[in-house]
Every structure is written in C-alpha cells, then in structure tokens.
C-alpha cells in the first residue's frame, strides 16, 4: 500500500524531470528568450521559435475564459442558490453529462456546426472573409469544453459557505440577490477563483479539440477570424518527425515541459486558494 | 441566470443532436462488426471494430493496472497515514496530476517507451491510459473514503479487526457507490482520449494479438477518418464519433445504476 502511494505520487515528478532532461539539448544550444520571442521557426536549420505557438495558444485559451466565465458563473449560482431540488437533480447530472464527452466528439461537433457558422454566417456579418478555421471557433469549443469543470467546482464552494452567513444578511435586511452578491460570493470568492483557474489550465492543455478546428497556421493571428496554433496541437501534429532529429524532439519536449509548469503553477494557485476556503469553513 | 442556464443546456443538446444527425445516416451493422480493410480510408469497405476492439483491450488493461495502484493508494492515504507529510505531499502532486493535460502523458510515455525499446504497442497504450486514469480514480476513492463515518471503522476495530482487515471488508464496502463511480468516470474519460494514445498506442487495421503489437482506438478511428478527403470516409467518421458517444453515455448511465446498487451494502 506503501508503495503504491509513493509511485502514484512520484509520477508527476517523474514525468516534469524526464521533460526537463529532454529539453536540456535544446536550452543549452538556445538561450530562452530566443525560444519565446522569435517567430521563425525552421527545424531544419535549428532555429526554434515558439513566439507564434505561445500566441497563439493564449489567444484561444483567454478566448475560450472570456466566453465560459460568466455564464459558468451564473449557472453555478443558479444551481447552487436558486434552483429547487428537483431542478437541480435534472440539471446536474446533464452538466456531469457534458463533462464525459470525449474531446474528439466536441471537436467533431465544433467542425460540424461551428466552422460552417463562423464561415458562413458570423463572418460575412462582420465583413470579414474566413475560412472558419478560426481561433474563435477553438475559443468556442474550449468554453464549451470548460464550462461543466468551472460549473462543478465553483457550485461546490458556493454551496459549501455556511448557512448563518445568509441567514444573517437576510436578517439585515438584503434581498435574495443582494445576499447572494455580497454575502456568498465574497465568501466563496477564492474558491470561485480557483474553480476558474482550474477551468483554465484544463483549457491550456486541451488537444484534440481545438486541434480539429483551429486551423494550425503558425502565424501570430491577428483577429480573432484567423487560424491559430495552439503549443498541444503543435506537438500533436509534429510527433512523427520529431523523433528522427534530436534538436527537434528537444524542442518539443521544452513544448510539453512549458505546458507542464503552466499547468503545475495554475494547478499549485488553485489548491492554495481552495485549501484556504476549506480552512476557513472547516467542520472539524 | 436563466439565460445562460439555456446557453449551457443548449450546447448539450446541440452537441448530442448535431452528432446523432450527422453520424447516423452512415452507420451500419457492417461498421460495427467488421475491421477496417486496406483500403478503408479511402473508401473501401469494412468497418470499425479493430478501433471498438482496440479501445476495449486498452481501457481494460489500463483500468486493471490503475485499480491495482489507486485503491491501496486511497486506503493508505485515508487509514495509515492521514495526517502524515507523505500524506499530503502525495494528495497534492495527484491533484496537479488530475489537471495534467493528456497530451504529455502520451509524450511522457513515448519516451519512456523509446527508453525502454518498446515500440508503439497496446502496452504503451495502456500505461499512458493508467496514468490518466490514476488522479480521477484516486481523488473519487479518497472522497469517499473520508466520509466513511469514523464510528463505523471504530466499532470495527473495537470488534478487534486489524487495520487491514477494516480497510477491506468495512470502509471499502462503504464506500463502494464512490467507488464505483470514479472508476467508471475514469473509464469513461479514457475511451474518449486521444492525445494520450496518439503516440503510445499507434494504430492497426487488424486487433492486436499481443501486448506489443499496435493497436487502434475510437478517437483517433474519428480523427483518422475526418483527415481523409473522401466526403464518404468522413461520413464514416461522423458515424464513429456517434459510436463512441454512445458508448460513453452508457457508460454513464451504467454508472449511476451501479453506483445505487453499490449503495445497498453501505450503511446510512
């Protein structure tokens, strides 16, 4: 049982110091600002530039966390403070539902309806030609993919502010609302703000999704209607080749490594925020 | 709020409808039961089942080896050493490993394989999927387990049990529905996943009949189909992601079945 505790915490150690092995080639040959500034990329001739996949990967994630906070937002307080019961044993289930669909299936449905739509109708309505390969329609379907993550866990930390603290704002005198806006959220705020930062790190690392519908041109985009390449995608797409040259399979595995402390920082921040609502309501 | 309760809901709905619409109309017995022939992906005949197949033995592999390691885990963590450094060291480094994307355990396992001399294999597959199933099964476990009520494992021990006998047959017991329920949320999160088994599982035509040969699965039988430029292969792969769908809504609802017939040995 030991040991079985001791491997299952060691994989993550294991697999940040095998990427950071790996990327040692390419941090010695490279120093970092050229590998996060510079735009050219060329393989071939051992110039690595990760500017317009680092780009591009933000745009689609802040994107995609522009158009699934609020409504994410609203709902989890919807579910957590306004719905009756039975409302919410319909509705809950359907959001778990929505976070079981595999990311190829979201990928397929953006493809299916969200690229013929930005192409199609939002775009001409805009003036702007596209091929619908956008980084909005990436963004659109990480919101869609984020949003039952955010839903869940900001529902949980709402509903977990005790109940004296509304109870009290009612006796004050505040309206439902108001006790919900002042009350509740400002005591669930961190835990909201881990919830959304969670949402966020699952969005930075999404593959298959975005990969199907963002077009994986690697330009620094210049509106929302053009083609993005997310860092994922990138690796996803390059895997085969990567093997061959050791140059180009350092690169990438400095790709996956920035991924990787991406996520570890946002995932550290959000379990340093929740922990802090756990203490602070703790039942013993 | 009402709004974006219907934004939420419709994008559901518009998910589960755009896929039934789009991959119905290709599917057929032919897809489900037969495997892909040489020149399936350019519109020959034949069908998906070394992917149906292929998922199975990967998902199955993957789960068995993940069980073996998560449930010591979460019964360590929750009996033996609660309170303990080790304790919440290996609490936190699984919760940053819940948010990992799965992209780097492909490549994690990748070069652990290239490492090891193991080509692109069911085996690779498999322990790609592991890992990725490892943080959600041991985060449901470990829920669970905590709100196992401390006088039930008390009136086992003062019964005279021994730390594992409790373990074993009283707190698993109890916490059999959470159980249950993680593990099939963790196998549900595994069919669907691609970028894991993008380079660690590689893909066939035929079902793989050792660990070390390549093996297909469902998400990259859509992918693969959707690269093609033939209109009829990419119907094909509407069809595929209405396969897997569906697999992976009953997998839910079989979950919420089994989780309330799990609940019957638990003790209110």
């Known amino acids: 049982m030991l040991s079985a505790t001791i491997l299952s915490s060691l994989i993550v150690i294991a697999i940040a110091f095998v990427l950071l092995e790996k990327s040692t080639l390419i941090l010695t040959t490279h120093s970092l600002s050229e590998l996060l500034l510079s735009s050219s990329w060329h393989p071939a001739q051992n110039e690595f530039g990760f500017y317009p996949y680092i780009v591009g990967t933000l745009w689609v994630t802040g994107l995609a966390m522009a158009i ?5 937002l609203l709902m989890s307080i919807y579910l957590a403070e306004y719905a009756q019961a039975r409302v919410r044993s319909i509705i809950k289930p359907m959001v778990d539902l929505l976070a079981g669909i595999p990311s190829v299936v979201y990928g397929l449905w953006a493809l299916l309806l969200i690229v013929p739509l930005i192409r199609n109708q939002v775009a001409p309505l805009l003036g702007v030609t596209t091929t619908g390969y956008t980084v909005l329609a990436g963004g659109i379907v990480l919101a869609v993919m984020v949003t039952p993550i955010t839903i869940s866990i900001s529902e949980e930390v709402i509903r977990a502010v005790p109940q004296p603290i509304r109870e009290a704002s ?28 969670l949402g966020f790190g699952r969005a930075f690392g999404e593959t298959i999704a975005v990969l199907m519908v963002v077009g994986n041109v690697a330009k620094v985009p210049a509106s929302v209607f053009d083609p993005a390449y997310p860092i994922p995608a990138l690796i996803a797409n ?29 995932s550290i921040v959000a379990a340093v925020l929740l922990v802090g609502i756990k203490r602070r309501y703790a039942v013993g | 709020m009402i709004l974006s309760v219907i934004v939420v809901l419709g994008s559901l709905v518009s998910v589960l409808v755009v896929i039934l619409v789009r991959g119905a109309p290709a599917l057929s017995v032919s897809m489900l039961t037969q495997s892909s022939t040489g020149g399936y992906y350019l519109g020959g005949a034949g069908g998906i089942l070394n992917a149906i197949v292929g998922s199975a033995y990967l998902v199955c592999g993957a789960t068995g080896i993940a069980l073996v390691i998560s449930l010591p885990t ?11 450094r080790l304790a919440s060291f290996a609490r936190q480094s699984l919760d940053v490993l819940w948010s990992v994307p799965s992209i780097i355990y492909g490549v994690f396992g990748f070069t652990i394989m290239v490492y090891f001399g193991i080509r692109a294999s069911l085996l690779g597959g498999i322990l790609a999927l592991a890992m990725l199933e490892l943080p959600i099964m041991i985060r449901a476990m470990d829920e669970v387990m905590r709100m196992v ?11 005279g049990a021994t730390k594992l006998e409790t373990a074993l047959n009283v707190i698993v017991r109890q916490a059999l529905p959470g159980v249950t329920m993680g593990v099939l949320l963790a196998v549900g999160r595994a069919i669907g996943d691609a970028a894991s088994v993008l380079f660690t599982a590689g893909y066939t035509d035929s079902i793989p009949r050792s660990l070390f040969d390549p093996v297909a699965s469902l998400p990259l039988a859509v992918f693969f189909q959707l690269a093609t430029p033939f209109p009829e292969v990419q119907q094909r792969a509407y069809a595929s992601g209405l396969i897997l769908l569906v697999i992976v809504l009953s997998l839910s609802v079989a979950s919420r079945i089994l989780t309330r017939r799990a609940a019957a040995y638990a003790i209110k």
């Not at chain 1, 009612?170 to 930062?197: C, D, E, N, Y």
């Not at chain 2, 019964?75 to 303990?84: K, V, W």
């Open chain 2, 74 to 84: 979460a019964l360590y963590l929750n009996e033996y050493a609660s309170r303990s």
């Open chain 1, 68 to 72: 699934s906070t609020v409504p994410s």
């Open chain 1, 170 to 197: 009612m006796a004050l005198g505040a309206t439902r609302w108001q006790t919900v806006k002042h009350a509740v959220i400002r005591s669930a705020f961190p835990g909201i703000i881990a919830a959304i930062i």
């Open chain 2, 149 to 159: 009520p401390l006088k039930l494992k008390e009136s086992s021990y003062a019964l």
């Open chain 1, 238 to 266: 390059n895997y085969g080749e990567m093997m061959s040259i050791p140059s180009y399979e350092s690169a990438f595995m400095f790709a996956a490594l920035l991924l990787l402390l991406i996520v570890l920082a946002f």
